[in-house]
């Protein structure tokens, strides 16, 4: 049974499978509007004769989105264990979910991209706990506490471990970032706030 062809979004129109390969973006044949259409090679293959999600047994490599699920592959990019329903093939690699659409956003392919990967909580947390704890590098945590802020927000759903990891680093060091932050203000205000009352008292002004 051959699958459904894709359709427009705006009238229906069902779309040439062939324009979308590898993907592009083309006029709709039935209305005309600007349409980008990404099309799999396992959508023009025949369905293989097997299982796509095969229950694991003790001992068995499992899926890292479905742990009760045998894992037939693993993700060319990430590196990690994909079942039957998590596996998207791509023709030439296998890669998960989480990996294609960071190919979208980034713009390259994902098999291309570096195998590892980089944990941005724990760098957050170093910049907003070392400067603070150290003496010599205390004055440096007015520049480091938005930095980690930043960090912890532009990084929040990215992966950064083979293994699930909370992101209890991340609110860490958001705390002790916004908390070095507001004490840098308050410094800033008193010092400010004596300057000026010291050029209000008699004598304290220019001559």
């Known amino acids: 049974m051959a699958p459904p062809a894709p359709a427009c979004p705006s009238c229906g129109?069902?779309?040439?499978?062939?324009?979308?390969a590898p993907g592009g973006s083309f006029p709709c044949p039935g209305c005309g509007a600007?349409?980008?259409?990404?099309?799999?090679?396992?959508l023009l293959r025949p369905p293989a004769n097997s299982t796509p999600a095969v229950a694991s047994l003790p001992g068995d490599a499992t899926c890292y989105h479905h742990p009760d699920r045998v894992a037939v592959v693993a993700c060319a990019c990430c590196g990690r264990f994909l079942c039957g329903l998590c596996d998207l093939d791509l023709g030439d690699r296998h890669v998960c979910a989480t990996c294609?659409?960071?190919?979208?956003?980034?713009?390259?392919p994902a098999g291309r991209r570096v195998s590892r990967f980089v944990?941005?909580?724990?760098?957050?947390?170093a910049l907003a706990t070392i400067p603070v704890l150290t003496v010599a590098f205390w004055f440096m945590s007015c520049l480091a506490a938005p930095a980690a802020v930043f960090l912890a927000v532009r990084f929040w759903r990215r992966p950064m471990s083979l293994l699930p990891r909370t992101r209890f680093r991340f609110l860490l060091a958001m705390l002790i970032?916004?908390?070095?932050?507001?004490?840098?203000?308050?410094?800033?205000?008193?010092?400010?706030?004596g300057m000026l009352a010291g050029?209000?008292?008699?004598?304290?002004?220019?001559?």
């Not at 600007?34 to 396992?42: G, Y």
């Not at 294609?100 to 390259?108: C, N, R």
């Open 100 to 108: 294609l659409h960071a190919e979208h956003e980034d713009g390259g």
């Open 199 to 207: 050029g209000t008292e008699p004598g304290g002004g220019a001559r």
């Open 13 to 20: 129109t069902a779309l040439p499978v062939a324009a979308g």
């Open 177 to 193: 970032a916004l908390a070095t932050i507001v004490g840098w203000i308050a410094i800033l205000y008193v010092a400010v706030d």
């Open 34 to 42: 600007p349409t980008e259409l990404f099309v799999f090679p396992a």
């Open 119 to 125: 944990q941005y909580d724990s760098l957050a947390l």
